[in-house]
């Protein structure tokens, strides 16, 4: 079956519900906010498989409005440690704190409390599902203001974000960090040359390595090999895939090759053009992960339908993980830099207040 036809059956039959008590790990930080109620829930998906929900909300409030946090590429655990003051740590406080919103979160499969994975196996489309069947989910609570919900989306979630919110009830906005609408295989070829120019390499060296990327990023993502089978045809290629960034014999970033080759499969366009509602997508201006581009081509696809829909912030100084730095070069090699997500936080609640 192809895998866009996979992504839209797994969103029509996933058995999602809400589910029965999920245990917490033993090693569990417990959240904590002043006059924030939180409630440890769980989520029954494709399987039968349980997954960690936290939502937080503002106590006393009837029916807040909903923000749905879909997150990162990698498999970290959307709780907030008390015990860590990192970048993304004081963002999402600040959303569950100061927004007046409940937020709502949920794990990967196989990370903190959720049953499934190991999160390492997980595809795209899997992750995708268990997205969509969170929002689906809020339908049947009678609590929140499920007429409005705001779809959240951080660096590779920002990319998921229109996939989950395009057609779906009771979306009324977008909010996107650091993550755009190109291909994968055009991403990741801006990320090694970000990494290349930013570490001072040599130009000529840069356009040698740039060919080999671009010759297994084309056998690997646009032809679907997994690396070890385009290294045993052509062991010329071993060198290539360990100059690339994240890589091993069996993972990219921590994430099954399976998982990269959905995602270039992925029509991220098409999904950005269904959305006609409004969209803030914002980065940093030191983020390497990401370019800008890719951010003004979400914005140039929502606006041909109603013009001044979406909008691009970028915030001056700052990373992707909400770390302010002197300089790009800083920022690369993480030098001297300064956790704030203060002035991502401005620009996000003034854009939620207008609804």
Request: overall charge negative; some cysteine; aromatic content about 10%.
């Amino acid at each position: 079956m192809h895998i866009l036809n996979c992504f839209l059956v797994l969103f029509l039959v996933a058995p999602w519900a809400w589910a029965a008590d999920l245990p917490r790990r033993p090693d569990a930080h417990a959240e904590s906010y002043p006059d924030i109620a939180i409630e440890y829930g769980s989520l029954a998906v494709d399987g039968g498989i349980r997954l960690r929900t936290i939502i937080t909300r503002p106590e006393g409030v009837e029916k807040p409005p909903v923000i749905l946090f879909v997150q990162w590429l990698s498999c970290d655990s959307v709780e907030v440690r008390s015990d860590r003051n990192d970048g993304w740590s004081q963002m999402l406080r600040g959303v569950i704190r100061d927004s007046g919103w409940a937020v709502v979160r949920t794990d990967k499969r196989g990370i903190g409390d959720s049953e499934g994975g190991p999160c390492s196996e997980l595809d795209y489309a899997t992750e995708l599902a268990d997205h969509r069947a969170a929002l689906a989910a809020l339908a049947s609570r009678a609590d929140l203001d499920t007429d409005r919900i705001v779809v959240f989306g951080a660096s590779m979630g920002s990319r998921m974000a229109a996939q989950v919110a395009a057609g779906a009830p009771g979306v009324m906005g977008v909010l996107g960090w650091g993550g755009g609408s190109k291909t994968w295989f055009e991403r990741m070829l801006a990320f090694d040359r970000n990494a290349m120019e930013r570490g001072g390499d040599d130009a000529r060296q840069i356009a040698k390595r740039m060919r080999e990327h671009a010759t297994f990023y084309a056998r690997y993502l646009l032809e679907g090999q997994d690396p070890p089978d385009i290294i045993e045809a052509d062991p010329s290629m071993a060198e290539v895939w360990s100059d690339i960034i994240g890589t091993s014999a069996t993972d990219h970033y921590g994430r099954a090759f399976a998982f990269h080759h959905q995602a270039q499969l992925a029509d991220w366009v098409a999904a950005w053009g269904r959305i006609d509602v409004p969209v803030l997508m914002t980065m940093g201006e030191f983020d390497w992960f990401e370019n800008q581009t890719g951010h003004e081509t979400v914005i140039r696809i929502v606006n041909r339908r109603d013009p001044g829909l979406a909008r691009l912030a970028v915030i001056p100084k700052m990373d992707h993980h909400f770390t302010l730095f002197e300089s790009a070069g800083d920022a690369f090699r993480d030098e001297g830099g300064q956790a704030n997500a203060e002035p991502f936080l401005r620009i996000a609640l003034e854009w939620l207040r207008g609804f």
